[in-house]
C-alpha cells in the first residue's frame, strides 16, 4: 500500500508541476484513487484538512485584495519614487517597499500593486524593465516568511506546528525567523544595490495615486495588533487565529458592501484558486501520514547524516531551496513538516531548528527560477503582455545570488540562534 500512495503522490505531483491538466482534476482523481484503494477513509481525508490554515489563508486574502482596493500600497510606492535622488535608488526603494507589503499581503498581490510604478519609471526612462519587476518578484518572496500572515507556507509551518503571531518575532526566550529573513534581506537588497546602482538618471515625476480609503489600513493594522494580542493569551481555543482572521475579514466586507457596493467582485477575484488548492494537498499529504510514508522519509534523512544534526539541518535547508525553485513550494513544505518534526525528535534537538530551516528554504529557494514560486509567474506575465521576453538565464542572473545570500545569511542565524 504505501508504493501506491507514494505513486500516486509522485504521479500527481508530476502532473501539477509540468501542468499537464487542470490542478482540480488531479488533485481529484488522485484522492478518489486514495480513497477506492482503501488507503484513506472519508474519516481519515476530512481529518487531514488543516481547517484553521484554511481560515487565516481566507482571511488575510479577503483583507489583502480590500488593502489593494484602497491604493494605499501604490501612494506609498510612488511617495517613494518621488523622495528618490536616482533611478535605480527609486527602484531599489519600491523594491523594499515591495517586500514590506509582502510581509502582510499575498506575495502575487504585492506585485501586482507594485509593478505598474515601476513600468512606469522604466518607460519613461526608456529601460529595459525585466530587472525592475524580477526584483520586485524576488523581494516579496523573500518577505512573505518573515511573518506568520505573510505568504501561505508560512500560515501552514504555523498553525501546523502551533506557533501564533508573536512566535515569528520571538518565541520561547530566542529571536524568531522574522530576526532571520530580515538579515538575509539585508544581504539580499545588497545584492539589488549593486544590480540598480548604475541607474544614475535623476528621478522623473509620476503620476501620484490617490488613497480611495483608509479603512482596510486599519482594519489589517488592528487584526495584526489582535493577533499579537491573542499570543499571550494560555490555553486559548484551537481556531482561535483563524477566528480572528475571518472576524476581520467579514467587517471589512460588509463595510465595503455599504460604502462601495461591490464585496462580490472583491470576494470573486481572489485567489480561491490556492483555497481549493491547499484542500487538496493537506488530504493528498495526509496519506502519506496514514500509511507510515513521512515516518520512512525522517529515517532516511537520519540514516543518511548519520545522526550528524547540522548536516541534517543543511540538507533540509538546501534541499528545500533546490526543489523549491522548480516545484510548487505548497505541497512541499506540508509533506516535509511531520518530516522535520520527527527528525528533530530522533535528534533529540528544538523543532524550530528544523521547521525555521524548512521556511526559509521553502520561501526562498522560488526565488532562483521564473517558474519557483506564483509572484516571479506573474511578473514574468506582465512582462510579456508588454512585449518583454524573460529568459531562463535573465531570471537566475538576479535570483540566484540574490537567493543565496538572503538564505546564507538566515541559515547561519538560525542554526546560531536554535542549534543549542
Not at 65 to 87: C, E, H, M, Q, Y
Not at 273 to 300: C, E, K, P, R
Request: contains cysteine; glycine residues 8%.
Amino acid at each position: 500500500m504505501k508504493l501506491f500512495v507514494v505513486a500516486i503522490f509522485i504521479i500527481s505531483y508530476i502532473l501539477l508541476v509540468l501542468k499537464r491538466g487542470h490542478p482540480f482534476l488531479i488533485l481529484g482523481a488522485a484522492i478518489g484513487a486514495l480513497l477506492i484503494s482503501g488507503a484513506m477513509n472519508l474519516k481519515e481525508a476530512f481529518l487531514s484538512i488543516n481547517y484553521n490554515v484554511l481560515g487565516v489563508f481566507s482571511g488575510t486574502m479577503i483583507l489583502s485584495g480590500l488593502f489593494i482596493f484602497s491604493g494605499v500600497p501604490a501612494f506609498f510606492a510612488t511617495k517613494l519614487v518621488d523622495r528618490s535622488k536616482t533611478v535605480g535608488m527609486a527602484l531599489l526603494s519600491v523594491c523594499i517597499l515591495a517586500g514590506f507589503i509582502s510581509s502582510f499581503v499575498e506575495n502575487v498581490a504585492t506585485v501586482l500593486i507594485v509593478a505598474p510604478i515601476a513600468f512606469e519609471v522604466a518607460k519613461k526612462l526608456k529601460a529595459n524593465p525585466i530587472p525592475f519587476l524580477i526584483g520586485i518578484a524576488v523581494s516579496s518572496n523573500l518577505q512573505g516568511c518573515a511573518t506568520m500572515i505573510g505568504d501561505s507556507p508560512s500560515i501552514i509551518l504555523a498553525l501546523s506546528s502551533g506557533m501564533n503571531f508573536m512566535d515569528f518575532f520571538w518565541m520561547k526566550g530566542r529571536p524568531g525567523i522574522t530576526f532571520a529573513v530580515e538579515l538575509g534581506a539585508v544581504a539580499a537588497f545588497y545584492i539589488l544595490y549593486l544590480l540598480f546602482k548604475k541607474y544614475k538618471e535623476p528621478v522623473i515625476q509620476i503620476e501620484e495615486v490617490e488613497v480611495k480609503t483608509w479603512v482596510p489600513t486599519w482594519l489589517l493594522a488592528f487584526m495584526m495588533l489582535t493577533l499579537a494580542l491573542s499570543s499571550f493569551i494560555k490555553n486559548k481555543p484551537t481556531y482561535t487565529i483563524a477566528f480572528i482572521c475571518i472576524i476581520y475579514s467579514i467587517v471589512g466586507l460588509v463595510w465595503h458592501e455599504l460604502k462601495h457596493k461591490e464585496s462580490l467582485s472583491i470576494v470573486k477575484d481572489l485567489d480561491w484558486h490556492t483555497f481549493f488548492f491547499l484542500i487538496g494537498i493537506f488530504i493528498l499529504v495526509g496519506s502519506l501520514t496514514y500509511t507510515g510514508v513521512i515516518d520512512d522519509m525522517a529515517n532516511f534523512i537520519i540514516g543518511f547524516t548519520k545522526g550528524n544534526k547540522f548536516l541534517a539541518y543543511t540538507v533540509i535547508v538546501w534541499l528545500s531551496v533546490l526543489l523549491s525553485a522548480f516545484v510548487d513550494n505548497i505541497p512541499y513544505i506540508v509533506a516535509m513538516i511531520p518530516v522535520a518534526k520527527l527528525v528533530a525528535v530522533s535528534l533529540g534537538v528544538s523543532p524550530e531548528l528544523f521547521l525555521f530551516g524548512l521556511l526559509i528554504g521553502t520561501s526562498l529557494g522560488g526565488n532562483i527560477t521564473p517558474i519557483g514560486a506564483s509572484a516571479n509567474v506573474v511578473a514574468v506575465g506582465l512582462l510579456r503582455k508588454e512585449k518583454h521576453l524573460v529568459k531562463f538565464g535573465d531570471f537566475i542572473k538576479i535570483g540566484l545570488p540574490f537567493t543565496i545570500a538572503a538564505v546564507s545569511v538566515a541559515y547561519l542565524f538560525i542554526w546560531f540562534v536554535w542549534s543549542r
